[in-house]
């Protein structure tokens, strides 16, 4: 007889008290709806794929409202929730996108020949081609005309410049689809074409770069971090917070996040006493960043880790982890390139290793190794592997899949933060300098919230933010630099994704605890968590408790009260 995987088994015994839920097939159906707009119109920034959406998500709304809730199980209306919600704060998120577009749609003025161009590709309309050809020809004189006259007109910052150069990438972009569909099949499209093509598309190569540059250097707040960003404001916090299920105000968080600071820093101290440095913590952290391994020890050094926490976690048989997903995880090396935006190794189904390049001078080459050292690694590659991220993504494949539509940070990085505050519990530190490593990253989450709220709050310029990483938790200045930019200076980071690790970790402790108290063991509730997919903490909780969901559910559970 086979060996049946610890995941099927995993899987059978779970069966029987999973319910399913009746909307699966209807929040697959969304999920589909959405990518296949999004494949379908695929020139983002234009007001024929922004009207489209709109008309999307008044639809779904009409049929959400239509669901006879009271029918539903209790997966069913958790889910219910979770699809109303969505669909509200995407019609949200794309409300904003659209009135950022509406500030810069002027630059596109002359392409209305263009998208007709590009709409009427799509079912193969066989265009006039000698007209095709002139007009393209004119539009490019337009161009020019209007670099001309925009010149005199600079925007007032680069997040302007930038969106209104992505307005022009996007027509490219959907010019270049149209373009290549007819080249070469279409003999006379090809002959009157091709040349007026490639003139206008220089023309527009130049343009998107005119657009990008084309904002006032006097005019931006430079504080001299050399980092611009937009802060959201209080009313956007708000409003996100709520579609995340978090009861809290921002300045509620920040005052949590400053008493976890505080904790955090008293431990430090005490690891900085351990290790004969006194009071004096940034002194002791500094002999701990001092601890790097040797260019080309650092994989090696990951794995160990690995094996380490691995052992630890299942010597306690604090959770399933199949064999499967040991075995199946990888390991890649980081960029040059993806280390400016983000210092230290990254997770998922691989582990990202982030460690100094030939090519890096002598001072990022010692603030990457002392970034990255062992003891900083500590807490981390379980973070980012298993019980984390490699894990999350490997159950999340396997178990209620529909709901990866609600991804939401506060599940994927609070579950992550959670298990280093577990371990931290469960004495899994053993010197000092493994304690120093553990709260460096704690102290840091907690940096997150505080400065990342109170720079969208517009208390804080980004050079406060850089100044408390550096002066009150320790980064090396280029790290925390770096740390900075990639929370306000890029596309990459939302609004609420830097406090989604400790909030969303102090929510699943808090649940935890619930959890234990009416007799469930830790394996088994960290089992459930990872069967039951991407949720909002709260409606995990309503479901694993069995508490009443009503369909204009909001938010109440205020998680955070009695956590030291």
């Known amino acids: 007889m086979k060996k049946i995987s610890s995941c099927i088994i995993l899987l059978l015994l779970s069966s029987s008290w999973l319910q399913a839920s009746e909307l699966i097939d209807l929040i697959n159906s969304y999920s589909a709806d959405k990518r296949a707009l999004e494949r379908a119109y695929t020139v983002k920034e234009s007001e024929e794929y922004y009207q489209r959406l709109f008309q999307f998500f008044e639809d779904w709304e009409d049929q959400v409202a239509h669901i006879p809730f009271e029918k539903l199980g209790k997966e069913g209306k958790a889910d219910f929730i979770l699809l109303k919600n969505l669909i509200e704060k995407e019609k949200y998120q794309l409300t904003k996108s659209y009135s950022a577009y509406e500030e810069v749609a002027y630059v596109a003025d002359f392409a209305s020949p263009l998208y007709t161009f590009i709409r009427k590709r799509r079912r193969g309309n066989q265009p006039d081609s000698k007209e095709l050809a002139g007009t393209f020809s004119n539009i490019k004189e337009m161009i020019l005309s209007k670099t001309t006259e925009l010149s005199k007109q600079p925007f007032k910052t680069w997040i302007e410049a930038d969106h209104a150069a992505r307005v022009v990438s996007s027509l490219q972009f959907g010019l270049k689809e149209a373009f290549k569909f007819y080249y070469n099949y279409d003999p006379e499209f090809t002959w009157w074409v ?74 430090m101290i005490k690891a900085s006493q351990e290790m004969g440095f006194g009071n004096d913590w940034k002194a002791a952290l500094e002999h701990v960043k001092d601890t790097y391994v040797a260019p080309g020890k650092q994989p090696e050094a990951i794995k160990d880790l690995y094996d380490h926490s691995i052992n630890f976690i299942e010597d306690r048989d604090l959770i399933t982890i199949p064999d499967l997903a040991k075995e199946t995880w990888g390991m890649i090396m980081m960029t040059p390139e993806r280390q400016k935006i983000n210092p230290f190794f990254t997770g998922g189904w691989e582990i990202s290793i982030s460690y100094p390049t030939v090519d890096m001078s002598y001072e990022d080459k010692m603030m990457s190794m002392r970034g990255n050292n062992p003891n900083f690694s500590f807490p981390t590659v379980q973070h980012e592997l298993h019980p984390g991220h490699n894990l999350q993504y490997f159950m999340n494949a396997r178990h209620r899949n529909y709901r990866r539509t609600f991804n939401t940070p506060f599940w994927m990085e609070g579950w992550a933060l959670y298990w280093e505050i577990i371990l931290w519990n469960k004495d899994f530190p053993q010197t000092p300098e493994q304690k120093m490593g553990m709260l460096f990253w704690r102290i840091h989450r907690c940096a997150r919230i505080i400065f990342s709220l109170n720079y969208q709050l517009e208390n804080w310029t980004p050079q406060q933010c850089i100044d408390m990483l550096v002066n009150e938790v320790g980064h090396e200045y280029a790290n925390a630099e770096a740390e900075v930019r990639r929370s306000f200076a890029t596309s990459y980071t939302p609004p609420l994704y830097q406090i989604a690790y400790m909030i969303g970790g102090l ?58």
């Not at 490639?198 to 990008?212: G, I, Q, S, V, W």
């Open 194 to 267: 091709k040349s007026s093509y490639t003139e206008l598309e220089e023309a527009l190569n130049n343009y998107h770069d005119f657009l990008k540059e084309n904002y006032s250097k006097s005019s931006q707040k430079d504080d001299g971090s050399g980092i611009i960003g937009k802060p959201v404001g209080r009313e956007t916090l708000i409003e996100e917070l709520s579609f995340e299920f978090i009861p809290y105000s921002p300045e509620e968080l920040i005052a949590t996040a400053e008493k976890q600071f505080e904790w955090c820093k008293e431990e």
């Open 507 to 564: 929510q699943f402790y808090a649940l935890r605890d619930e959890m234990l108290k009416e007799g469930w063991t830790e394996k088994a509730f960290h089992d459930r968590v990872m069967q039951e997919n991407f949720l909002p903490v709260e409606i995990l909780r309503a479901i694993l408790l069995d508490l009443d969901l009503s369909k204009d559910y909001q938010s109440s559970w205020k998680f955070s009260t009695n956590f030291n």
